[in-house]
Each structure stands twice: as structure tokens, then as C-alpha cells.
T-cell receptor, first 111, second 116 residues
Framework: TQLLEQSPQFLSIQEGENLTVYCNSSSVFSSLQWYRQEPGEGPVLLVTVVTGGEVKKLKRLTFQFGDARKDSSLHITAAQPGDTGLYLCAGAGNAGNMLTFGGGTRLMVKP | DSGVTQTPKHLITATGQRVTLRCSPRSGDLSVYWYQQSLDQGLQFLIQYYNGEERAKGNILERFSAQQFPDLHSELNLSSLELGDSALYFC???????????????FGPGTRLTVL
């Protein structure tokens, strides 16, 4: 069974601060996706990383896939209150495209 | 808007009852996935269908079943409901299992099920 551990579980910061969320596993994934979820809504796909060592940027968000494709990180620069939400990483194995989700990081950015 | 639709948005029912949740995938997507999200368990994969056939099964209870119809919409049937079945149920869709990009899953808005 593939497991993904996310840390931290909760993060409360002031507007303008930087933060990093980590997603770790002992398993290799064919790809890894990051989602953001608002209360009562479905997860929204932010990015997919496929190649080991890959770095993708989405405005103030930087996503990195580990060289061994077992871990990933999400870095947010100069966080804004609008970044508040639940961030989820999800890994895809080689068979069936089933996603294994991490437990999530609940981020609150205070103005 | 992901393009995935789910109905109903909210469902309140009693223990022992049976309910059906419906999902329409994004136009062109052949795979449909069902997930359960509860406060203590996070997002758990239940089952996947691809072009009408069951493709993968997760921790889906025997009281739960699903199917995908020829028009590719899917239904998740939950029977003999228990209090612990109260959760958000999400449907997601993707193009299919044959391309790396098809790993990208797009989620619907979910159905909130409350069992009283």
C-alpha cells in the first residue's frame, strides 16, 4: 500500500510570510499532483509533476518533485489571505491511475 | 468549474436507508473515480470505472456499489446506511489510463451525505 505523509498538518501565518509544505513517501510515484480545497467544495488541481527533479511555478507557488519521485514540496512566497485553504498532495502509481492522497495541510493566512 | 457535475449537493437520510449519488464526467473523459472524505479519514479512494467497466477498487464497503453507464455518467449506491457513512462523496474524472497526463483527475463539487 502506498502512503503519503504531509507536513505540517496545520499552518497559521501572517500575510507576506513564506511557507513550505512537504509530501513524503517510501513509494515511487509515476506522477504527483497538488490540489487546493475550499470548505464544502471539491479539490481543485493546481499542478502535476512527472519527472524526478522537476520544478514548476504557478505565480507565487513553486512545486518540486524529488529526484527519486518519492517526495514533493510546495513553497508559497509572500502568502496572501486568498491562499487560505486545504492543500492536498496525491500520488499516482503505475497501475489504474488510482490516486493516493496525503492527509492535507490546512493553511490559514491572516491579514 | 472543473466540468464534472454531481447531484444532489446535499442529502439527508436515516440509518438503514439506501441512496444513489450521480456523477457526470468532463466531456471526453472515460474514467470516473469515487472518493469519500470524512474528517478523520481524509480523502479515500473507493472505486474507478473506465468506459463502463470496473478498473480499480479501493476500500469500498460491500454495502456500497457503483456503475458507469454507456453515456459515461456514473452512480454510487450506498445501502443499509450507518451513521459513520456521513461524509462528503466526490466524483472525479480523467481522460483514461493510457497516458501520463491522464493521471490528472478533475473533481466535482461533491455530495454531502448526512445520515441521522
Amino acid at each position: 500500500t502506498q502512503l503519503l505523509e504531509q507536513s505540517p498538518q496545520f499552518l497559521s501565518i501572517q500575510e507576506g510570510e513564506n511557507l513550505t509544505v512537504y509530501c513524503n513517501s517510501s513509494s515511487v510515484f509515476s506522477s504527483l499532483q497538488w490540489y487546493r480545497q475550499e470548505p464544502g467544495e471539491g479539490p481543485v488541481l493546481l499542478v502535476t509533476v512527472v519527472t524526478g527533479g522537476e520544478v514548476k511555478k504557478l505565480k507565487r507557488l513553486t512545486f518540486q518533485f524529488g529526484d527519486a519521485r518519492k517526495d514533493s514540496s510546495l513553497h508559497i512566497t509572500a502568502a496572501q489571505p486568498g491562499d487560505t485553504g486545504l492543500y492536498l498532495c496525491a500520488g499516482a502509481g503505475n497501475a489504474g491511475n488510482m490516486l493516493t492522497f496525503g492527509g492535507g495541510t490546512r493553511l490559514m493566512v491572516k491579514p | 468549474d472543473s466540468g464534472v457535475t454531481q447531484t444532489p449537493k446535499h442529502l439527508i437520510t436515516a440509518t438503514g436507508q439506501r441512496v444513489t449519488l450521480r456523477c457526470s464526467p468532463r466531456s471526453g473523459d472515460l474514467s470516473v473515480y469515487w472518493y469519500q472524505q470524512s474528517l478523520d479519514q481524509g480523502l479515500q479512494f473507493l472505486i474507478q470505472y473506465y468506459n463502463g467497466e470496473e478498473r480499480a477498487k479501493g476500500n469500498i464497503l460491500e454495502r456500497f456499489s457503483a456503475q458507469q453507464f454507456p453515456d459515461l455518467h456514473s452512480e454510487l449506491n450506498l445501502s443499509s446506511l450507518e451513521l459513520g457513512d456521513s461524509a462528503l462523496y466526490f466524483c472525479a474524472s480523467s481522460a483514461g489510463p493510457t497516458r501520463i497526463s491522464s493521471n490528472e483527475q478533475f473533481f466535482g463539487p461533491g455530495t454531502r451525505l448526512t445520515v441521522l
